[in-house]
Structures are given as structure tokens and as C-alpha cells.
């Protein structure tokens, strides 16, 4: 019995199944706590499966290889181009949206295990295989490694002491506002502008309401 429904599953195309998969991600009870995604996430559903995703591997069955079909989505990836109206010469991918794709890969592979379509998912890892690297000095190259819970738990132990006081307020922005790069570095207003800061360190000082949590600054 089972080999007849894997069988049956194997009929159907990649494209057959992103159809189902986003009926479901678009629906009322899309996301993986069965509430409604947000019209983001919904767009991005739409965008690098939909769309790309369908493009690099839509035609084939899951009786096709696992590598073969890694092998097709890396290669998409990899040569897949900014859709600049008017040049010819469009940029490829920036590696965090290459990365974007491949996750989002994988968490449809995740989709076709819950359709026991596989038993494992076939698109797994291959995030690692556009992990952002760091070109500044100050890490020599290297991957950023994102701070675990622990050693979050140790900066605030720090933070805490009565001479570092003031920097609670920065660290609790830094790690828990969800707060991007670029809205904290800089910009420039217009061409020829002075550069300027979006979020000094003189906007930490002198608040006059303290916190309701730690009674503190």
C-alpha cells in the first residue's frame, strides 16, 4: 500500500505541488502555528517558490535524484539576476538572497515530508551552501556567528554591574529591537551632505522616565 501511494505521489510534477503548497501558505491557516501568514511572508512565498522555485525544478518529479535536483536549485540560484528594466548587464543575486531562496527551499522540502511525499527532507542544507561571510577587517573574513541565548545572558550580566549601567539600554535595543545595520550606522540625505548618524549615543542619555522592568535607566 505504501509503495502504491509514494508511487502515485511520484506522478506528480514540482509544479503540481507548489500549486497546493502556496494554496495552503496563502490560506487562513498558513503558518506553521496554523495562524494567517503576513502579506510579506505570503510575497515571499509567492516570489522565490511561485516563481523561482517553479522555474529551476517545476517540471521534475520527486523521482528524480536528490542531488540532481539540489544540484538544479544551487544552479538557479547561483544565475539568477536582478530584473533591472533597461540594462542588460543585471547583477546577480547579493548573497543574502541567494541564502533567502535556499531557505525557503528547504522549508518547502519540509512541506513535501508533512505530504509524505519524502520521508526526509530533500532540500536540507542547502542554506550552507550560501552562508554570508563578513568582508571587514574586524573579523578577518570570517562568518558572523550570531550570540546564543547564554552568551546574551552574559553581556546583560555585565551590562548589570553599576559602571556599565548605562549601556543596558543599547544592548536591549541591539539584541531584542530587531533593529537592521543600516538604521543605526548612518546616511547621507543627499549627495554632498554631511554624514549623519541615525541613532547616537547621546539618544541614551539623561531619560527621564525609568524602566517599568528593572526599576533602572
Known amino acids: 500500500y505504501e509503495g502504491t501511494k509514494l508511487l502515485s505521489k511520484n506522478r506528480l510534477t514540482f509544479s503540481q505541488y507548489i500549486d ?11 503558518s506553521e502555528t496554523n495562524e494567517e501568514l503576513g502579506d510579506g511572508s505570503k510575497e515571499e512565498w509567492e516570489r522565490l517558490v511561485g516563481l523561482y522555485l517553479r522555474k529551476w525544478i517545476g517540471e521534475a518529479k520527486p523521482v528524480e535524484g536528490r542531488k540532481t535536483l539540489q544540484k538544479r536549485i544551487i544552479d538557479g540560484i547561483n544565475f539568477t539576476r536582478n530584473a533591472q528594466r533597461g540594462k ?4 546577480p543575486w547579493a548573497q543574502r538572497t541567494k541564502k533567502a531562496a535556499a531557505v525557503k527551499a ?13 520521508e526526509s527532507n530533500p532540500f536540507e542544507g542547502l542554506a ?10 574586524e573579523t ?11 552568551q546574551v545572558k552574559k553581556v546583560f550580566e555585565v551590562a548589570s554591574r553599576p559602571e556599565h549601567a548605562k549601556t543596558i539600554p543599547y544592548f536591549s535595543l541591539l539584541f531584542f529591537g530587531g533593529l537592521r545595520s543600516e538604521e543605526a ?3 547621507k540625505k543627499r549627495k554632498g551632505e554631511k554624514f549623519q548618524r541615525r541613532l547616537s549615543w547621546e539618544q541614551f542619555e539623561g531619560w527621564k522616565s525609568k524602566s517599568k522592568v528593572t526599576g533602572g535607566v
Not at 550552507?128 to 577587517?137: A, L
Open 185 to 187: 550606522a548612518g546616511y
Open 106 to 118: 528547504s522549508e518547502f522540502g519540509k512541506w513535501l515530508v508533512g505530504e509524505e511525499v519524502y
Open 128 to 137: 550552507k551552501e550560501f552562508r554570508s561571510k563578513s568582508k571587514g577587517k
Open 20 to 30: 497546493k503548497c502556496l494554496k495552503e501558505k496563502k490560506g487562513a491557516h498558513g
Open 88 to 91: 542588460r548587464n543585471a547583477k
Open 140 to 150: 578577518g573574513g570570517k562568518e558572523v556567528v550570531i550570540l546564543t541565548v547564554e
